[in-house]
């Protein structure tokens, strides 16, 4: 008799939805919106949920962030980025200015402002970086970077494409768009080249200033390391005048006189005298670690020179004691990249070499753990707390360490376990079919050196012919550490 809120609200409470909404506009626009958003939700928790089903009525009334959050937690990331692509582009705008009028057709679309678009297109992002993660997580490097170059974030795209070893693919993005980090990539690449032997490519690349190269001394390096690697006869003072550098005598012979003590080891290396050039980068970091407290610029450079040497050629006592300061600060460096299942590796392997070769080395080894721990936390919090407390409660170790682990040991019992998880520190390499078997022998399972587990995906196979890990594994070994896990000394550079 006249009252329509009342028979809508009935007839929805029968279950003919339909009907109410045919009604409810005679109410008020506003209590058929609430109707339909209603009958929506309503669809969505019946026996027979359908995303589709609700996707014309979020629609009606202009809620299709709505239904693009819905699509995006189950995972139907394309349905998603269709929705909030048409939203950004203001597609239902004209849904929000219906009026009670005389006039027929559309109405006009109502304008947006500045805080709706930005939303709009924030979520534009946030569809497509959740869609980069996704195909980066399961090695499928290109789609992410695809994805984030879809909604002109060229900067997330070449982190995706490093995440997967796509070296060739990240350069030439950087360079076509003259993007951030083009720098680090284009000497990931150059390694790349130096491991397939093409040093003339590999040149080209780090004397380009176009492509982030140029400097003096990254040419200089990559000369010691072609000095080094090369196999039989090598003119040296020839290559050295073809590529603009001084004669090795005269390196030599002006190498004492270099106040710096990394320009000193670099004209040691560039004499041919690789010895006494490592002999003053060791020196130079057990001064740097020896202090009171130090950062990753007082020892990238010393860490780069010795990089560039043959560790296998040099003597026994200075090979151990490089290996174990290049694979500490190896450690530290994949703490840092977030590179968490090479961390312990690394760490443990710093630890061995100075054990067993009796090595004076300016960091205890409590120390070692304690830095170790302290970041392992974040991954495997069980282990984490049961070596904090193991060196909170060990005579030997320093007093210092001591209350230091103590503190760090409260500090993980008062913090809620929810936050605290792998996804705070991890930046792991996923290549390409990491998430496919391995391949190797069910009846021989192949077990990675560096995790002690059966290898996933990609088999990288070491030196020694025996020892294996994952590829992206490997990956991310030689991006913080040059020479091979098995200790021997050898260039360590995956393909």
């Not at 998603?80 to 597609?91: E, K």
Request: with cysteine.
């Amino acid at each position: 008799l006249g009252n329509l809120q009342r028979y809508c609200e009935i007839t929805r409470d029968l279950g003919d939805w339909e009907k109410a909404i045919a009604m409810a506009p005679a109410v008020s626009l506003e209590f058929w919106g609430d109707l339909v958003k209603a009958y929506a939700q309503d669809k969505l928790t019946s026996n027979q949920a359908n995303l589709s089903d609700a996707l014309p009525w979020y629609i009606a009334i202009n809620k299709p962030e709505i239904l693009t959050n819905l699509y995006v937690n189950s995972e139907q990331y394309n349905d998603a980025f269709i929705l909030a692509q048409i939203n950004s582009m203001g597609g239902y705008n004209h849904l929000t200015s219906a009026s009670l009028g005389d006039g027929g057709g559309a109405p006009p679309a109502k304008p947006r402002n500045a805080k709706e678009q930005r939303e709009s297109a924030q979520q534009v992002q946030h569809i497509r970086s959740v869609m980069g993660n996704s195909h980066s997580a399961t090695g499928e490097a290109v789609m992410a970077a695809c994805c984030h170059l879809s909604a002109d974030d060229s900067h997330l795209a070449i982190f995706k494409l490093m995440k997967g070893n796509e070296l060739e693919l990240a350069a030439a993005i950087c360079w076509a768009l003259e993007a951030r980090g083009t720098v680090g990539v284009s000497t990931q690449l150059a390694r790349m080249c130096e491991a397939e032997e093409d040093w003339e490519l590999a040149m080209q690349i780090i004397a380009d200033p176009s492509k982030g190269g140029g400097a003096t001394w990254d040419q200089q390096l990559a000369a010691v390391r072609y000095v080094g690697r090369s196999s039989g006869d090598l003119d040296i003072p020839g290559y050295y005048s073809s590529i603009g550098l001084n004669s090795p005598e005269r390196y030599l012979q002006e190498a004492s006189a270099q106040t710096d003590e990394n320009s000193k080891a670099m004209f040691y290396m560039l004499g041919c005298a690789p010895d006494k050039g490592v002999e003053v980068c060791l020196q130079h970091l057990n001064q740097v670690l020896s202090g009171p407290s130090w950062c990753a610029e007082d020892v990238e450079s010393t860490v780069k020179l010795l990089s560039s040497v043959q560790a296998h050629l040099l003597p026994k006592q200075s090979r151990f004691l490089m290996l174990a300061y290049l694979s500490y600060l190896g450690g530290l460096m994949a703490i840092w990249e977030g590179y968490s299942t090479v961390v312990s590796f690394l760490m443990e392997q710093a630890r061995q070499l100075v054990r067993q070769n009796s090595l004076e080395f300016p960091v205890t080894l409590s120390l070692i753990s304690l830095q170790e721990l302290s970041y392992k936390m974040f991954s495997d919090r069980a282990e984490a707390m049961r070596g904090l407390q193991q060196i909170s409660t060990t005579e030997w170790v320093p007093a210092a360490l001591q209350a230091t682990a103590a503190a760090l040991l409260a500090f993980a019992n008062h913090v809620p376990t929810d936050i605290i998880s792998p996804s705070v520190s991890e930046n792991l390499v996923v290549p390409t079919a990491a998430s496919m078997p391995s391949g190797s022998n069910h009846r021989a399972v192949t077990n990675s050196l560096i995790t002690l587990k059966p290898i996933q995906g990609p088999v990288f196979i070491l030196d020694d012919g025996k020892s294996a890990m994952s590829l992206g594994d490997a990956v991310m070994v030689s991006r913080v550490f040059a020479f091979s896990p098995t200790g021997s000394g050898k260039v360590f550079q995956p393909r």
